[in-house]
C-alpha cells in the first residue's frame, strides 16, 4: 500500500510570492490533515478534511492560507502571498473512517520563506 | 486547553543503552490517548507506540515502552538496546477520545553513539 505522499518535498520561496503544497493520502481514506510544524515549536493542527468537505478548520492561521480538496482525493494547501513566518514543515496526514487509530503521516513540505 | 511538553530538545544515548524521553501534558479531560510518533530526518512520521488513558498497565512494543503516569500526567518513552535506526525526531501526541485532533510536544532529537 503506497503512503502518504507529499511534494514538494522542499520549496524555498519569496516573501509575497505564491506557493501550494500537495498531499496525496492513502487511497480510500476519506480523513485528511494537515499540520504544521515552525521550526523549535510543536506540530499545530490546521485543519481536517472529510471527504471534499471541511470538517474543522480551526487551525488555520490566517486568510493567506487556503486548503482544498476537490473530489475527495488529493489536497492542495495554497499560502498566498507567503510571509516569513510562514516558515516551517507541513505535514499531511489521512485516516480510514473504519481505523480510529490509524493515521499515516507523510515526510512533510519543508517550506522556506526568504 | 491541552498542551504537551517534551522539555529535553535533544538527548544522546550509546548504541545497546537505555534512554527515557520525557513527556508532561495539561488536561481536564479523563478520557484520552497518548502516543509517540518518530520521524527519522526527511522521512514519514510513524507512531511508536499508543496508550489508552483508562489502561491502567503501560504500554509495549519491543524495545519501546511507556511509563504512563495518569495522576501526574506524565507519559515518558523507554528504549531499551537502543539501535542506529532509532535516531530520529520523537514527538510525544495526546489526542482526546472525542476529537480528531492531535496535540504534539515539541519533539526531542535522539542521538544514537555507535
Known amino acids: 500500500e503506497a503512503g502518504v505522499t507529499q511534494f514538494p518535498s522542499h520549496s524555498v520561496i519569496e516573501k509575497g510570492q505564491t506557493v501550494t503544497l500537495r498531499c496525496d493520502p492513502i487511497?480510500?481514506?476519506?480523513?485528511l490533515y494537515w499540520y504544521r510544524r515552525v521550526m523549535g515549536k510543536e506540530i499545530k493542527f490546521l485543519l481536517h478534511?472529510?471527504?471534499?468537505?471541511?470538517?474543522?478548520e480551526s487551525g488555520m492561521p490566517n486568510n493567506r492560507f487556503l486548503a482544498e480538496r476537490t473530489g475527495g482525493t488529493y489536497s492542495t494547501l495554497k499560502v498566498q502571498p507567503a510571509e516569513l513566518e510562514d516558515s516551517g514543515v507541513y505535514f499531511c496526514?489521512?485516516?480510514?473512517?473504519?481505523?480510529?487509530?490509524?493515521?499515516?503521516f507523510g515526510s512533510g513540505t519543508r517550506l522556506t520563506v526568504v | 486547553a491541552q498542551t504537551v511538553t517534551q522539555s529535553q530538545p535533544e538527548m544522546s544515548v550509546q548504541e545497546a543503552e537505555t534512554v527515557t524521553l520525557s513527556c508532561t501534558y495539561d488536561?481536564?479531560?479523563?478520557?484520552?490517548?497518548l502516543f509517540w510518533y518518530k520521524q527519522p530526518p526527511s522521512r514519514q512520521m510513524i507512531l511508536v507506540i499508543r496508550?489508552?488513558?483508562?489502561?491502567?498497565q503501560n504500554a509495549t512494543e519491543n524495545r519501546f515502552s511507556v511509563n504512563f503516569q495518569k495522576a501526574a500526567k506524565s507519559f515518558s518513552l523507554k528504549i531499551s538496546d537502543s539501535q542506529l535506526g532509532d535516531a530520529a525526531m520523537y514527538f510525544c501526541?495526546?489526542?482526546?477520545?472525542?476529537?480528531?485532533?492531535?496535540?504534539f510536544g515539541t519533539g526531542t532529537s535522539l542521538t544514537v553513539i555507535p
Open positions: 487511497s480510500g481514506h476519506d480523513n
Open positions: 488536561t481536564s479531560e479523563s478520557d484520552y490517548y
Open positions: 496508550q489508552e488513558a483508562y489502561k491502567q
Open positions: 496526514a489521512s485516516r480510514s473512517d473504519g481505523d480510529r487509530y490509524g493515521y499515516t
Open positions: 478534511f472529510v471527504k471534499e468537505s471541511k470538517q474543522d
Open positions: 501526541a495526546y489526542r482526546s477520545n472525542t476529537g480528531n485532533q492531535f496535540y
